[in-house]
Every structure is written in structure tokens, then in C-alpha cells.
């Protein structure tokens, strides 16, 4: 199984930033589209930004223009950088890829999630 990991969560004041990162450990491994997705408390899990194989992303509507979803193929990352920060944008965050493997073909895979509380 594919270990995916994310980090880079924390507390923030409202108007700050945080770069997140999404890894797949392994070799023989190649990631196609991660989603970023988020939970806060007592709510669903919901969709934040995706980025496909090809490189294109989109972003849920509250947050397009704040933060940006990238991706370096050669680490096996995917970054969230979150400016502007609100306290709607605390919960836990988690990456969730698509991967090929060459033992276990393709698998979609969720990491364990990173706190990120947006507090004054």
C-alpha cells in the first residue's frame, strides 16, 4: 500500500498563510490527480482544490483566488498554498491521489490529514 503523507498544518491568524504538502512514498510509483480536501468540525468533507496529470487544477469557490494547488512530479508532492487565511478555513485537510504502482497497479489512497486552525 502506498503511503501518502501530508503536513505542513498549524495555527494561523486570520490574513495568514500555509503551505501544505502532500507525499507518496515508493518507487515505481506515479501520481495522476490529487484532490485536496478538508473537514471542520461536524461537518462533510469537501472538495478544496484538485490538480489532474496533464496539470490543470480548479478550486472550490471559497477559496479561488486565495489559494493555489501545485505539484512537483520529480518529489511525488503536491503543495496547497493557502494565503489569506479565514477561520472558515480551519479543519483537518487531507490529500487524496490517484497512483499506479507497479506492484499494486493503480489505488486511490487517502494520507492521515493535517490540522489547520485559523485563530486570532
Known amino acids: 500500500q502506498v503511503r501518502v503523507v501530508e503536513a505542513g498544518g498549524g495555527l494561523v491568524q486570520p490574513g495568514g498563510s500555509l503551505r501544505l504538502s502532500c507525499a507518496a512514498s515508493g518507487s515505481n510509483l506515479h501520481i495522476y490527480d490529487v484532490g485536496w480536501y478538508r473537514q471542520a468540525p461536524g461537518k462533510q468533507r469537501e472538495l478544496v482544490a484538485r490538480?489532474?496529470?496533464?496539470?490543470?487544477?480548479n478550486y472550490a469557490d471559497s477559496v479561488k483566488g486565495r489559494f493555489t494547488i501545485d505539484r512537483d512530479n520529480a518529489k511525488n508532492t503536491v503543495y496547497l498554498q493557502m494565503n489569506s487565511l479565514k477561520p472558515e478555513d480551519t479543519g483537518v485537510y487531507y490529500c487524496?491521489?490517484?497512483?499506479?504502482?507497479?506492484?499494486?497497479?493503480?489505488?486511490?489512497?487517502w494520507g492521515q490529514g493535517t490540522q489547520v486552525t485559523v485563530s486570532s
Open positions: 487524496n491521489a490517484d497512483i499506479w504502482t507497479l506492484s499494486s497497479g493503480r489505488e486511490t489512497d
Open positions: 490538480i489532474f496529470s496533464v496539470g490543470t487544477t
